[in-house]
Structure formats: C-alpha cells, structure tokens
C-alpha cells in the first residue's frame, strides 16, 4: 500500500520511494525515508494532496509523490 | 595563508524558513525579505557590515534541505558555497528542525571553518523541547550559539566571536557517499538530549486551514473584503485616497493658482502636483493591498492554500508553489518573478513568467481607479473585475502552454499570529521604496514628459497640441483608433507604462485630470494595460532567469496581443458582439451545412 491508500490519522512505516534521484533526496531531507514512521494527518478534497507528519515536521504532497511512497500501516 | 580582515565573507546556510534572512537583516541592519514560507530568499545578497568592529561581508542564501537540491534556488545556493573557498559558513538552524540541517553540516561544513546558530528557541521550548548547548556542541565539534532575544549588538559581538573561534566539523572520513554522511549524521541526533518535534495532532485552526472547502471560500471572501476595504466609495482606502488628494488639489493646488508665472503655474499645477500628486494619492489603496498579502503569508495560511490548490495548479501543468509567485504577482511582478527561482525547473520557471503579467500588480492600480471611474460607479466593482480578468486570461496562458506538472512537495510554514512589528516595517520599507521611485523614476520621466509637452521647438510656451511631444508622438495617434480614442496623448501615456506602469495614471492626469473618453474606451484601454507587457523592471528581471531575447520577446508579444485584445473587447462592447454572433453562426452553418453535403456525396457514390 501507498500514502494515498490510507486514512486521516494512520500511521505507518515507509518501506520504499521509489522516484527520480532528486525527489528521493528531497523527501530523504524531510523524513521520508526507508523505516521512518511518518502519519497521515489531512487528505485534501478530492484526494489531490496529503498532508504527512514527517520527522517532526508537516509535509504536503501531491498525489503522484504520495502514490511512490510505499508504506506498513503500524 | 592569512586572511585579511577585510577579505571576510560570511554565509548563511541553512534549512528555508530557518531565520536565515531575519538573522542577516540583524546584523547587517538590512532589509531582506523575510516571510513565513518556505523559499522566501531565492537569491544571494550580500552586504559588508561591521561585527563589533570586524569588518565581515555577510551573505544571505537561499533555503536549501541537501546538497543535491531539488530546485533552481538550491542548486544556485549550493554552487554558490562551494565557489566561496574561504568563506566561513554559519548554519542557521531552528530548534525544532535541527536533525534536518545536521546533514548539511555533516557535507558542508567539513572542509570549511564553520558555527552554528539556532533560532525560534522560546517557540521549541514551549513545545516542551530541550537542547544542551554544550553537549550539542562537543558531538559537532563547532561553536553553537542560541540567537534568541539577543539585542543587535550582542548578537553582532557573539557572531564575531563564532567567527574568530569557528572550526571544521566532525570530520566524517573521506568517505563523502551521501548515504553514509547521513547515517553518521543521523548518530549526532543520540547526543542531543531529546527534543520534541511538532504537535502530532492539527490544531483546530489548522484543522479548518488545512479543509479545501472552508479554506478556499475564506481566501476569497478575505479577498473581497480587502478590496471592499480598499476601494469601495467612503471605506478606509477611498477615505484616505480623498484626503491625499485634496491636500494635493486643494491645498497644494491653491498656491499653484497664486503663482503669477503662467508657465512656473503650469509646471507645479500639471507637471508635478497633477501628475506626481495623482499618483502619490493612491499610496494609502496600494499600501492596504499590500498589508492583506503581507498578513496572508505571515500567518502560514498561504503555506496551506498552495497545498490547497495544488490540484488546480496541475491542471494547467504547474504545483501549488506557483501560488507563492502568482500572489506576490499582486504586488510587484519584478519580485514575483524573482520568486520563481524556488520552482522546480527552468520549463515550469519559464510557464509561471510568462503568466505574471497579466497578473495586476499594485503599480497598475492608479491606473485602473482612474479609468474605472468613467465605466463603473462603484471602483470596487471595476477593480475586482479587472483584477479577476487578469487572473483568467493569466490561467489561460498556463493552460495553453501546459506541459506536465511538477511534483509537489512543500514542508508547511508554521501558522502564526502576524507580527505586527514585522507587518509595520515591511509595510514602511515598501512605503519607502514607493517614495523614492516617485521621487526618481516617475518624477524625472513626468519632468521630461511637461516640458516636450508644454514647449514647441522654439521653445515658446503652448498646448500639448502644438508642443514637441505632438510633432514627435502625432504619429501614434492610429495606435488606439479602434477603441475610440484617436489620440496621440492616449497612445503615449500607455506606452510610458513601459517605463512604471504608475506613470499611465499620472500622464492621463497631466494631460486631461481624467480619461476623456467612453465607458466603452475606457474598458478597452484598461483591458490592454492589464494584458500588455510589463513595465522595464519586470522585463530586466524576466532577462535575468530568461535570458534577453525571451524576455524582449514576449514583451512584444504581450503588447502585441493586448493591443488586438482591446480592439476585440471594443468591438463587442459597442455591439459588435450582434454582428460577431451573426457571422459565427453563418460559418458554423456553412460548415455544417458542407458537412452534410460532403456525407451525401460519399453515399450516392457508394
């Protein structure tokens, strides 16, 4: 399952990103990396972006970026 | 080799929204932008400045999260540091997101004489956060300094003494794989005794900021009553705008009168108190406008629209951070486009530049309250529809040049209580900048424009008519013909758009004190200064990201298209719009009509 699978308040441990190099840095930089716990926190209307708690901070994300981002719901 | 005191260069390096550009602006008393946005600065600037007597060049850079950055403004700012050979590097980081600049610190600061300095410390410790200095700073091997409620000189006195006593970071090996910087970086984090991050749960602010459908009607009712607020007949903007003026026409304008020179009387009346004054009496409408966008990015509530209408954005091929761009769009179109450095790529950087202009900034406002008093009542209306066009047609020009949108990824500005001494001196820092092109740039093209205007050649006083400016721009007078207005004055106070787009106002202001023409043409010219290139400042700085001949081009395009643009909107205003339905539906008709004849004829030869 991906980010755009789960519901408001679940949380979950990243397993993989799989996306081009420099976005993989990105979310890297921001927590969203392999075994790090993140939690969906919103879901915008019509699912378009997620709002994710990352390392301590909060962090939106369109739906493409959302559905490379594998996850175990904890 | 020894450096010489006055070869120091200090840079900021550090996460966005980290209080990089706040800390620059303490030290050096300067005046770089600071907002509550993740990819504020999107440039350097430098600025030498004295720290308790040591002479240092202090360099704000933009935001950046690793040395592979993502955006134009990270790469930028990573090519930058690392062209800096003997600079020394201070790390501005805030209390709450230090784990995420220990990296930066672990690949950058190795080699290079480095500190660190930590921000929003009372905001982390009311969350409950501790930080030991101390210990943070033996696991880093560099000094670490806590810049919060340090007044100016102490914090200029600590930072000149990071600077004598700075040293390199923990040296990692000289294995320089980023993944293994990381994980080393990641250890530094035991040592820190815990801190805690943000609250997991949504606040119920967040909670109804972050909800697409209480949000996004809130932006727009916010909008509409800061317009109301600004421009509707007897509110604070129009209140304000009445008083500059009458001090300007009647008071001021009294001693004109009295003055016995007719051509000393027409200098002061026209050249500087009706063209100068009539601009400088729409300082409190802008200065309004300018306030509602200042409090919506410092509040953290823009942060939460671009995530909001990211959706939007990608339906015409760009992400929610052009929001950031388009707003500030609203403002300035020079600094909007500056702005787009903190986009994905130079094709996305490209699309969002080409859809600025026809975003209204504040320079075009005098100009539309002045021809929107001849074809609306109310200038409230007339704004909002102005300003509501240009965001259409701006919309239309992303959607015809779509390509795919960008990934979006945006890490969330705090929201927060605007800070009113932070509001009051952005908003006198801008009031300045207003003055002073007023008293520069505008004053000295309205100074040019009264004597051509007001001397023929021999230079005898006369009417505008007969002056040098008539022999020079007569020609122009066809520019406009097909709204209405035959008039080489009206063709030339659009093109002195070109040069500040306040100057449109003011010329019509010297020349006839209004818009002497119809509703109909009033409409139509306001159609094209709202669809037509932007003014000299916005073109150089398209130049900068574009290149000059892109940005010279679509200048030309743009007025080009706004021009036919206004003859269209002429055309069906004045009932054009009958005869154009009439012709559509004759070639619609015919073509149906061939269509089905064409059919016919395949069938009977079957």
Known sequence: MNITDLTEGDRCLVDTVSCPADLQERLFSLHIRSGEQIKLLKRSFFRKTFLVLAGGSKIALGKEVAACISVKKI | ?606
């Open chain 2, 1 to 606: 080799m020894h450096q010489r005191q006055e070869d120091l260069k200090l840079l900021l390096v550090g996460n966005p929204n980290a209080g990089k550009s706040t800390l620059f602006n303490a030290l050096t008393r300067g005046h770089a932008k600071v907002g509550n946005w993740h990819g504020v600065t999107v440039g350097t600037l430098e600025k030498k400045t004295s720290l308790d007597g040591l002479s240092v060049t202090v360099c704000d850079l933009p935001g950046i999260y690793s040395v592979n950055g993502m955006s134009m403004e990270e790469k930028g700012a990573v090519s930058y540091i690392k062209a800096q050979t003997s600079a020394f590097l201070l790390f501005v980081a805030e209390c709450a997101a230090l784990d995420k600049v220990l990296p930066l610190i672990a690949s950058l600061g190795v080699d290079e004489r480095c500190a660190l300095v930590l921000t929003k410390m009372r905001q982390f410790q009311k969350r409950g956060g501790k930080i030991d200095l101390k210990l943070l700073q033996t696991a880093l091997g560099i000094p670490v300094l806590s810049a919060e409620g340090l007044p100016r000189r102490k914090l200029q006195a600590a930072v000149k003494a990071l600077l004598q006593n700075g040293g390199k970071s923990r040296d990692l090996g000289n294995d320089k794989d980023a993944q293994e910087v990381r994980v080393r970086a990641r250890e530094y984090q035991k040592h820190l005794s815990g801190f805690q991050g943000a609250k997991e749960e949504l606040t119920r602010a967040e909670k109804l900021l972050s909800n697409g459908f209480f949000a996004i009607p809130l932006f727009f009712a916010l909008l509409a009553l800061s317009f109301y607020i600004t421009f509707a007949p007897g509110l604070l903007g129009d209140f304000l705008k009445t008083a500059v003026e009458n001090f300007f026409s009647g008071y001021l304008g009294g001693f004109a009168e009295k003055i016995s020179s007719p051509v000393l009387r027409g200098f002061v009346r026209d050249g500087l108190l009706g063209s100068v004054g009539s601009v400088l009496c729409f300082l409190p409408q802008i200065v309004l406008l300018l306030l509602f966008l200042l409090l919506m990015e410092e509040s953290g509530f823009l942060s939460r629209l671009a995530m909001l209408t990211d959706g939007v954005f990608s339906k015409v091929g760009l992400s929610g951070r052009a929001m950031f761009s388009l707003l500030m769009g609203f403002g300035c179109s020079a600094a909007a486009i500056m702005t787009t450095r903190g986009l994905d790529n130079k094709r996305v950087q490209k699309r969002v530049i080409l859809c600025l202009p026809y975003i209204s900034c504040s320079a075009k406002l005098p100009v539309y309250l002045t021809l929107s008093s001849s074809f609306f009542e109310n200038p409230f209306l007339a704004v909002l529809l102005l300003y509501a066009l240009g965001v259409g047609i701006s919309f239309l020009v992303a959607l015809f040049l779509k390509k795919d949108a960008p990934p979006f990824v945006m890490e969330l500005a705090p929201l927060q209580v605007p800070r009113p001494v932070f509001i009051v001196k952005s908003l006198s820092f801008q009031v300045k900048q207003f003055i002073i092109k007023l008293g520069t740039v505008i004053l000295a093209f309205f100074l040019f424009s009264w004597v051509l205007s007001s001397f023929r050649w021999d230079f005898c006083y006369c009417t505008p008519d007969e002056s040098m400016l008539a022999s020079i721009c007569g020609g122009l007078k066809y520019l406009f013909a097909p709204i209405g207005c035959c008039d080489w004055k009206i063709a030339y106070a659009a093109l002195s758009g070109l040069v500040a787009k306040e100057n449109v106002a003011g010329a019509l202001a010297m020349f006839y004190g209004g818009f002497p023409y119809s509703a109909a043409s009033a409409f139509s010219f306001a159609v094209f200064l709202l669809a037509c290139s932007p003014c000299v400042s916005a073109i150089a700085a398209s130049a900068r990201e574009l290149g000059w001949g892109s940005a010279l081009k679509n200048a030309l395009i743009q007025t080009v298209s706004a021009l036919l643009l206004s003859y269209l909107v002429y055309f069906l205003i004045t009932g054009g719009g009958v005869y154009l339905l009439i012709v559509t539906a004759v070639i619609v008709a015919a073509l149906l009509l061939g269509k089905n004849k064409v059919e016919n004829l395949h069938r009977k030869r079957r």
